[in-house]
T-cell receptor
Framework: DTEVTQTPKHLVMGMTNKKSLKCEQH?????MYWYKQKAKKPPELMFV???????INESVPSRFSPECPNSSLLNLHLHALQPEDSALYLC?????????????FGPGTRLTVL | GQQVMQIPQYQHVQEGEDFTTYCNSS?????IQWYKQRPGGHPVFLIQ?????EVKKQKRLTFQFGEAKKNSSLHITATQTTDVGTYFC??????????FGTGTRLTIIP
């Protein structure tokens, strides 16, 4: 199984809502990533988890809160988002974070903040 | 900071013509990866280049890594409609993450 799954596919939320994005992989990968992608732009790294511990936070605003409950799951909790946070949120995983491993991306969650 | 630039930003080619995208880094890379993202899709890994001057081929796709490990290219011979998408290079600067290039969007004119 070389698939990364993400739920939901689409999400519309108001600025006062709290929601969560979910990501799952069963490849035994020990590195998991959250990226944000705006239209016609490259994926922009937000967070890296290595062996279930947060190893990189790319100065992401605290309204985004990542969580890694176990080695297969990655969540992104959203609270008090702004309209400019509307984007495609991609989850990815790789064997580890050494950089010599390909990253497997999920299909993404398309988020709209009203 | 560490940046990875790609040119061109957009490329429209007649089906059957060749296509090349170039990737340039501000500093030396440990390795470079290439990804393809179809319209409405997600990035999919194509290949990784590690050695200075390395050349790898996948059917009609040829990938090169520069001698100084600061640039790379992807060349597609005789494009087909299935080649449509955005091609990203992604550089590893040895800091446990990939830095994606700005991408080249390829459209094919049938």
């Amino acid at each position: 199984d070389t698939e990364v799954t993400q739920t939901p596919k689409h999400l519309v939320m108001g600025m006062t809502n709290k929601k969560s994005l979910k990501c799952e992989q069963h490849m035994g990968h020990r590195a998991m990533y959250w990226y944000k992608q705006k239209a016609k732009k490259p994926p922009e790294l937000m967070f890296v988890y290595s062996y279930e511990k947060l190893s990189i936070n790319e100065s992401v605003p605290s309204r985004f809160s990542p969580e890694c409950p176990n080695s297969s799951l990655l969540n992104l909790h959203l609270h008090a988002l702004q309209p400019e946070d509307s984007a495609l949120y991609l989850c990815a995983s790789s064997q580890d974070t050494t950089g010599y491993n390909e990253q497997f991306f999920g299909p993404g969650t398309r988020l709209t903040v009203l | 900071g560490q940046q990875v630039m790609q040119i061109p930003q957009y490329q429209h080619v007649q089906e059957g013509e060749d296509f090349t995208t170039y990737c340039n880094s501000s500093t030396t890379l440990s390795n470079i990866q290439w990804y393809k993202q179809r319209p409405g899709g997600h990035p999919v890994f194509l290949i990784q280049l590690v050695k200075s001057g390395e050349v790898k081929k996948q059917k009609r796709l040829t990938f090169q890594f520069g001698e100084a490990k600061k640039n790379s290219s992807l060349h597609i011979t005789a494009t087909q409609t299935t080649d449509v998408g955005t091609y990203f290079c992604a550089g590893d600067f040895g800091n446990e993450k990939l830095t994606f290039g700005t991408g080249t969007r390829l459209t094919i004119i049938p």
